[in-house]
């Protein structure tokens, strides 16, 4: 069955970079942020309800909704942030559609990359054979999105602001990959990380990912307390 590795990371920590290299080694991969743009497209439901909640001026001369306006009405603002989730629909059924896809369509040799920021809280990873996250130093991550983004340093922080620390994500991964170096050492620290992984499946020693576990202390957690507010 094909091997399915959860990828997650907050911003400018670099995994994108990480499915580019593991790509190019012959994986299949799913970008979740852009299936959900897919999701909000002109003329679907969920872009009527986006426009409704946040205004025309959210969308751009091309009809599309401008993703970097948008985000600068919801990061860092939990209450708005919500708003959108809502509107958008069913991001998980989307993700776990893919995931099902692959399953059935693909070989036992074959791998699939599914990436996605909030993967670990989300529930992605539930999916997964194995959840790989990626992390940096936070002054790195600051100046990677103020070079690479051109983002304002109140748009950097408002968008660091919106993230988990990857300290809170490790406890749910099965490899942490951290990159606070040079682009060359993160690439050659995921080709060795990647053929490690490999030579265990192929053998049938991978073990099952700890994401499991952690998932259900974590939705027994949330029921709990869903639970304690409504007494």
Not at 26 to 31: E, R, W
Not at 127 to 155: G, K, M, P, Y
Not at 160 to 174: M, V
């Amino acid at each position: 069955m094909v091997l399915v590795i959860g990828v997650a990371g907050s911003i400018a920590t670099g995994k994108s970079t990480a499915c580019e290299v593991i790509v190019s080694q012959g994986a299949h991969h799913c970008d979740a942020d852009r299936l959900v743009h897919r999701l909000y497209d002109r003329g679907t439901d969920a872009f009527d309800r986006i426009v409704t909640i946040f205004g025309n001026e959210i969308v751009g001369d091309d009809g599309y909704i401008d993703r970097r306006i948008l985000g600068g009405k919801v990061f860092g603002k939990p209450e708005e942030m919500n708003k959108l989730t809502t509107a958008i629909g069913s991001i998980s059924d989307a993700v776990k559609g893919v995931v099902n896809e692959w399953r059935e369509t693909l070989g036992p040799d074959d791998v699939a990359l599914m990436e996605a920021v909030n993967l670990i809280e989300a529930g992605y990873g539930q999916w997964c054979d194995q959840v790989w996250l990626f992390a940096c130093d936070e002054d790195i991550a600051r100046q990677r999105l103020a070079a690479r983004n051109q983002l304002s340093t109140e748009e950097v922080e408002k968008r660091l602001a919106s993230q988990r620390s990857w300290e809170d994500r490790a406890i749910a991964s099965d490899i942490v990959m951290m990159n606070n170096g040079t682009e060359d050492d993160f690439k050659r620290q995921v080709r060795n990380q990647y053929r490690s992984i490999i030579q265990l499946a192929q053998a049938g020693e991978l073990e099952t990912s700890k994401y499991n576990d952690w998932w259900k202390e974590y939705v027994r957690e949330r029921e709990a307390q869903k639970t304690e507010s409504s007494d």
